[in-house]
Each structure stands twice: as structure tokens, then as C-alpha cells.
């Protein structure tokens, strides 16, 4: 039964890891665009929420009224005033303006918050949990992976059912192509960035409730969402999801074994799987 347990608590944590990649899923599969600063983006978001706890009084779940559409807007201007003027051919540039991002970023919290860890409280919600038999499973782990479910399953409708979803498909296989079908580019790779932004602004909120976070630990979470969109395959929404469940699962078990094996265990997974299957589970363009 223990072993039941902790397989449910690493299943339920691989939802946030996939909340994490998700982000990143979308940059690869539509622009072909690595951010090296997801993670400070997450920590920016949490930090966000921060503010709007203690400057409104707000919850940190309430706080998402307000800190998905201010990263959205934030994704958009980056998009559309900096990063589109990198992409192209070469991969270099895009590495490098969002590396020069992640200093910014890391360093302006540091200066605004200082280095002391924070956390946001939900309250009752947090400790309270649901019973199955001999298993207790947390109600805040289970909301986590239920968002990721449902964030992932609206993407996916976006992309096929919608006309912004055809567009955005068929920029992502051949830009030029679209551009002389009458497709703006650029608006559309802002409006990428937005939702990306806005996936990592619920992640960074859930990442807050769950856990302390401090301006140095977007790197650690960046880690992870590669790990997790990597093993799922590059630009796949629902390998993204199998990829944060299997990473968390994997971490899940290296801690029961022995607690100082938790992080080793998801990383070695990675190895594992990225020598047996290179291009990851289920490697498609964008889906």
C-alpha cells in the first residue's frame, strides 16, 4: 500500500512538472524557440502573485485573475518587440537574448525581494485531502494535475478546432509558406508567447502554494520542464504530460528508497529513456 501511495504522489507531482514543460512545448513546436528563461519566468510569475497577496489581500488561486493576463501581455510584448528579431536559422541568437533574459530577471528579484525564500498560503485547501481506503491523497495535488489536464486539453482543441490553431500549425510547418498566404507571422509567434506565458503564470502560482521559492530557482525548475518535454518528445502537449508524470513518478520512488536519491532518480529516468527513444516518447511537431 505504501508503494500505491507513493506511485499516486508521483503521478499527481509529474501534473506541476508538466505544467512546467508546457510552456516550453509550445516555444519549440510553433517557433522552434528554446527559453533558457522559462524558469525565472515561473519564479517571476510566483513572485507576481506574491504582490497581489499581500498588496490586495487576495488568495494565490484568486491572484490568477490578474497574473495570467499580466504574463500574457508580458509574452506578447517580449514576442513581438525582441524575440521575433532573433529567430531564424540560427538557434544561437534566440539562446542567447533569453540566457541575458534569465540574468535580468534573476537579478532584478534579488534586488527587489533579497535572496529569503517565500511562500504563498491556500489555507485549508492545502492540508486538506481526500481519503481512498488505506490511501490519502492531497486536494491541492489533485487541482494541480486536473489544471494540467484541462490547460493541456484546451490546447489541444485550440490547435485543431480553432482557425488560430490552423494558422499557428501552419506557420510552425513552414513560415514562409503562411506569410505568403497572408498569414502575419509575428502576431502570431506573440500570441504563442502569450500562452505560453500564461501556462507558466498558473505553474509559477501552483509552484508557490506548494513549495518556498527565492530568485535563484528558475534554473532548477527549467531543468525539469526540459527533462519532462524531452522524454515526452519535442513539441508533444500530451507527451509533455506523460513526460512530467514519468519524471515525477521516477523522483517519487528514488525518495522512498532512500530521500537522497529523489532528484538522482528523475534525472537518471531521463538518461535512460533519452538513450533508448533519442527523439522522446511521442516526438510530433505540434500536437
Given at each position: 500500500m505504501d508503494w500505491l501511495n507513493t506511485l499516486i504522489q508521483g503521478v499527481l507531482l509529474g501534473g506541476l512538472y508538466a505544467m512546467f514543460a508546457v510552456g516550453l512545448s509550445l516555444m519549440f513546436g510553433i517557433m522552434r524557440l528554446v527559453n533558457i528563461a522559462h524558469g525565472d519566468f515561473i519564479v517571476l510569475a510566483a513572485y507576481l502573485a506574491l504582490v497581489l497577496c499581500n498588496g490586495l489581500g487576495l488568495s494565490p488561486l484568486a491572484s490568477l485573475v490578474l497574473v495570467v493576463p499580466a504574463m500574457f501581455g508580458l509574452g506578447?510584448?517580449?514576442?513581438?518587440?525582441?524575440?521575433?528579431?532573433?529567430?531564424?536559422?540560427?538557434?544561437?541568437?534566440?539562446?542567447?537574448?533569453?540566457?541575458?533574459?534569465?540574468?535580468?530577471?534573476?537579478?532584478?528579484?534579488?534586488?527587489?525581494?533579497?535572496?529569503?525564500?517565500?511562500?504563498?498560503?491556500?489555507?485549508?485547501?492545502?492540508?486538506?485531502?481526500?481519503?481512498?481506503?488505506?490511501?490519502?491523497?492531497?486536494?491541492?495535488?489533485?487541482?494541480?494535475?486536473?489544471?494540467?489536464?484541462?490547460?493541456?486539453?484546451?490546447?489541444?482543441?485550440?490547435?485543431?478546432?480553432?482557425?488560430?490553431?490552423?494558422?499557428?500549425?501552419?506557420?510552425?510547418?513552414?513560415?514562409?509558406?503562411?506569410?505568403?498566404?497572408?498569414?502575419?507571422?509575428?502576431?502570431?509567434?506573440?500570441?504563442?508567447?502569450?500562452?505560453?506565458?500564461?501556462?507558466?503564470?498558473?505553474?509559477?502560482?501552483?509552484?508557490?502554494?506548494?513549495?518556498?521559492?527565492?530568485?535563484?530557482?528558475?534554473?532548477?525548475?527549467l531543468l525539469y520542464g526540459f527533462e519532462a518535454v524531452i522524454i515526452g518528445g519535442l513539441g508533444s502537449l500530451w507527451g509533455t504530460l506523460a513526460g512530467g508524470v514519468i519524471l515525477g513518478v521516477a523522483q517519487a520512488v528514488g525518495a522512498r528508497i532512500d530521500p537522497g536519491w529523489q532528484i538522482l532518480a528523475g534525472h537518471l529516468m531521463f538518461l535512460l529513456i533519452l538513450l533508448v527513444r533519442p527523439r522522446g516518447l511521442f516526438p510530433r511537431s505540434v500536437d
Open positions: 506578447y510584448l517580449l514576442q513581438r518587440l525582441l524575440l521575433n528579431r532573433t529567430l531564424g536559422g540560427d538557434i544561437l541568437p534566440p539562446l542567447l537574448v533569453t540566457f541575458g533574459l534569465s540574468v535580468i530577471v534573476q537579478n532584478a528579484l534579488l534586488a527587489g525581494f533579497s535572496a529569503d525564500s517565500r511562500k504563498l498560503s491556500q489555507g485549508a485547501l492545502e492540508v486538506a485531502s481526500v481519503s481512498v481506503g488505506e490511501i490519502s491523497v492531497g486536494v491541492m495535488p489533485l487541482l494541480v494535475f486536473g489544471c494540467a489536464l484541462l490547460v493541456i486539453g484546451g490546447l489541444q482543441l485550440l490547435f485543431y478546432r480553432t482557425a488560430l490553431g490552423r494558422a499557428l500549425r501552419a506557420t510552425s510547418d513552414d513560415p514562409q509558406t503562411a506569410r505568403l498566404m497572408g498569414i502575419d507571422n509575428s502576431q502570431l509567434f506573440g500570441l504563442a508567447m502569450g500562452l505560453a506565458m500564461a501556462v507558466v503564470s498558473i505553474a509559477g502560482v501552483f509552484l508557490a502554494i506548494r513549495t518556498s521559492f527565492d530568485p535563484a530557482i528558475g534554473p532548477g525548475r
